[in-house]
T-cell receptor, first 115, second 114 residues
């Protein structure tokens, strides 16, 4: 069973550096979501793709954040000029398999620490 | 905008007992979906149970069941015969449609006492 996978699982970076995270969704899912979760909070929506098209972006997604999903398969989330406030767990989820409902399946997340 | 409120930051239950986690939400829509997700410590989020708003019957998955009160906009989760492995953060989430993101509550941390 190949669920949603995310890499890396942990990333420590210095303030001002750029980081990139990768998400591989469940293979037949056409929808892919990025969320951010800080300690003690529920996940907050960042952006959403249907196939390769980025259909929605949250106000949380500042100009330093960019996401892509080339060819409608895996997705990358890049944060430029990281700030300490970017420290969080970045979650990826996918949905939309044939015969499935609207439930989203989550990956293990990438924990980012900005020092 | 839709909001989800979980008023119990922490709950505890004795092993083998029953516990109910509360969730209320705010929406002006009539068709939507509600979910409970479980997030064990340092592990990924997994789906526990789902409810379609158009269904009057409450969803059940083994030891997990919901009490869905559409008029009251309430969606509580009941865990029966609690097990040590049920200890986790539980998040209530709202979904308008397949093309929209989930809206989560802040979560309830459940401890199970042996």
């Amino acid at each position: 069973d190949t669920g949603v996978s995310q890499n890396p699982r942990h990333k420590i970076t210095k303030r001002g550096q750029n980081v990139t995270f990768r998400c591989d969704p469940i293979s037949e899912h056409n929808r892919l979501y990025w969320y951010r979760q800080t300690l003690g909070q529920g996940p907050e929506f960042l952006t959403y793709f249907q196939n390769e098209a980025q259909l929605e972006k949250s106000r949380l997604l500042s100009d330093r954040f960019s996401a892509e999903r080339p060819k409608g398969s895996f997705s990358t989330l890049e944060i430029q000029r990281t700030e300490q406030g970017d420290s969080a767990m970045y979650l990826c989820a996918s949905s939309g398999g044939t015969g499935e409902g609207n439930e989203q399946y989550f990956g293990p997340g990438t924990r980012l620490t900005v020092t | 905008a839709q909001t989800v409120t979980q008023s119990q930051p922490e709950m505890s239950v004795q092993e083998a007992e029953t516990v109910t986690l509360s969730c209320t939400y705010d929406t002006s829509e009539s068709d939507y979906y509600l979910f409970w997700y479980k997030q064990p410590p340092s592990r990924q989020m997994i789906l526990v149970i789902r409810q379609e708003a158009y269904k009057q019957q409450n969803a059940t998955e083994n030891r997990f069941s919901v009490n869905f009160q559409k008029a009251a906009k309430s969606f509580s989760l009941k865990i029966s015969d609690s097990q040590l492995g049920d200890a986790a953060m539980y998040f209530c989430a709202y979904l308008l449609s397949g093309n929209t993101p989930l809206v989560f509550g802040k979560g309830t941390r459940l401890s199970v006492i042996a």
